[in-house]
């Protein structure tokens, strides 16, 4: 990952408050970088963007933040009761440049 400042946290999401478009294929904006941080229970992360190999990560307290690269397309999946947040980051110099999210959100 490139140098990266964070400029913006999700709220807290669990398996009841998680956004559909998170669960469904979705990207960030060119630029847009994303931690997805579990502070309890089990998260699937996938990757499912074309131009990366398939990739499924299971998301826990403790484990590595999953890595949300600008533009991939991704989803997630709660393994019963979780919660969890996304960390958005981006270059320093792109701080002022406001951004709105895809499809579902940033992350």
């Known amino acids: 990952m490139p140098a990266l400042k964070s400029y913006k ?5 669990t398996q009841d408050s998680v956004p559909a478009g998170l ?11 994303g931690l997805i941080h579990v ?11 074309p131009r990366r190999e398939n990739e499924e990560r ?4 403790g484990s ?15 393994l019963g009761p979780v919660e969890f947040h996304v960390e958005f980051l981006r ?13 579902g959100g940033e992350a």
């Open 9 to 13: 946290t999700t709220p807290t999401f």
């Open 23 to 33: 669960l469904a294929d979705h990207s960030t904006k060119e630029g847009v970088w």
């Open 39 to 49: 502070s309890r229970g089990k998260l699937r992360y996938c990757v499912t963007d």
């Open 58 to 61: 299971i998301l826990e307290p």
């Open 64 to 78: 590595t933040a999953g890595v949300v690269e600008p533009t991939i397309v991704h989803r997630v999946e709660p």
């Open 91 to 103: 270059a320093p110099d792109d701080l002022g440049i406001a951004r709105t999210p895809e499809k």
